[in-house]
Nanobody, 127 residues
């Protein structure tokens, strides 16, 4: 099964930064929209951000606007999520997944159209 691979999570104090990476070894990311999602303990998975296949459109959940930035390095076949000004409520397992479009990336029912989910990377924000 084709899967994406997330990395870059860790433990950080409030106000700190992390950069998550989403890579693929079996397909080229430029042909897909890539979404970042997260799931905190006891909560539903939620969409955080999405990058269109063209790379020209970015989307952010309200909780991520102004703090997170999604980008892509085509040479590295990697999509990044730069997370700044992290808060304890950002603590979650972060996943990336692909679809043709970013539509429904932050719709709990709709995000099921995304596939190739990775194993996730843990982000913990705590003092």
């Amino acid at each position: 099964q084709v899967q994406l691979a997330e990395s870059g999570g860790g433990f950080v104090q409030p106000g700190g930064s992390l950069r998550l990476s989403c890579t693929a070894s079996e397909f080229t990311l430029v042909y897909f929209a890539i979404g970042w999602f997260r799931q905190a303990p006891g909560k539903e998975r939620e969409g955080v951000s999405c990058l269109s296949s063209s790379g020209g459109n970015t989307y952010y959940a309200d909780s991520a606007k102004g703090r997170f930035a999604i980008s892509r390095d085509d040479a590295e076949n990697t999509v990044y999520l730069q997370m700044n000004s992290l808060k304890p409520e950002d603590t979650a397992v972060y996943y990336c997944a692909r679809h043709r479009f970013c539509d429904h990336y932050n719709d709990y029912e709709g995000m099921s159209v995304f596939d190739s989910w990775g194993q996730g990377t843990q982000v913990t924000v705590s003092s």
